[in-house]
């Protein structure tokens, strides 16, 4: 009898040995990475590492489809199914009386419906003109906000406001603005600045000086 208990007790021990070295030796359960996102400096606006803005003549992208950097789209960054969310691209007027040279406005919307998402880029003559557009935009905006909250964001100057029916990222960044606007309901209410502040770092590399033309060699010394 105790050698049959000590076999039992015996083959308990292998066992239980066996599966913490076969647990040992499995993959660690997968957690999804987090989504990388560009970084900026205020020097040129461009990912570090990553693939330097294409040379254009103009100080914004032509279209929204260049607006965005990084490996995800508007729908992942709204937790939305992949594709489901499409992008509609207006090109505004200049107004040099506060030295606005170029803009654009982006709307992302699901199916048919209104924009549950815009974004707005401005370029202006030089970051004090751009900062103090930021400000107006800000202050026309108080009537319908509920709460201002200064934000985080690298070298920029940014606020988030809080409306009845959306909430508002407003960015001046070197010579150019970012207005992000989020309709509420499509992401939690906890998740609604992280989500914009997101959104906003991967706009950023895309906000690029005009390409210089290169200089015109000089002829042969006569």
């Known amino acids: 009898m105790v050698v049959r208990v000590g076999a039992l007790v015996a083959l308990g021990v292998m066992v239980v040995v066996g599966f913490a070295l076969g647990w040992a030796s499995s993959p660690a359960s997968r957690v999804p990475p987090a989504t990388p996102v560009p970084s900026f400096t205020a020097q040129t606006g461009q990912s570090a590492g ?38 509609r691209t ?4 200049a107004s040099p009386s506060v030295g606005l040279l170029e803009r654009m406005s982006c709307g992302y919307q699901r199916g048919q419906g209104a924009p549950v998402l815009q974004v707005g880029l401005a370029a202006f003559r030089d970051a004090p003109a751009a900062d103090k557009q930021r400000m107006r935009n800000v202050a026309a905006e108080r009537g319908d906000t509920r709460a201002a909250t200064p934000i985080s964001l690298g070298d920029t100057r940014a606020v988030l406001l809080s409306q009845p ?15 992000a606007s989020l309709a509420h309901g499509v992401v939690p209410d906890a998740q609604v600045g992280p989500v914009l502040a997101d959104l906003v770092r991967r706009v950023l590399p895309t906000l690029a000086p005009a390409a210089v033309p290169a200089p015109v060699p000089a002829g042969p010394a006569h």
């Open 50 to 87: 990553g693939p330097a803005v294409a040379p254009r003549a103009t100080l914004l992208p032509a279209d929204c489809a260049e607006v965005l950097t990084g490996t995800v789209d508007a729908a992942a960054l709204l937790g939305q199914p992949t594709g489901s969310v499409g992008v």
């Open 165 to 179: 029916t959306r909430s508002l990222l407003m960015v001046a960044y070197d010579r150019y603005t970012v207005t």
């Open 90 to 93: 207006v090109l505004g007027v």
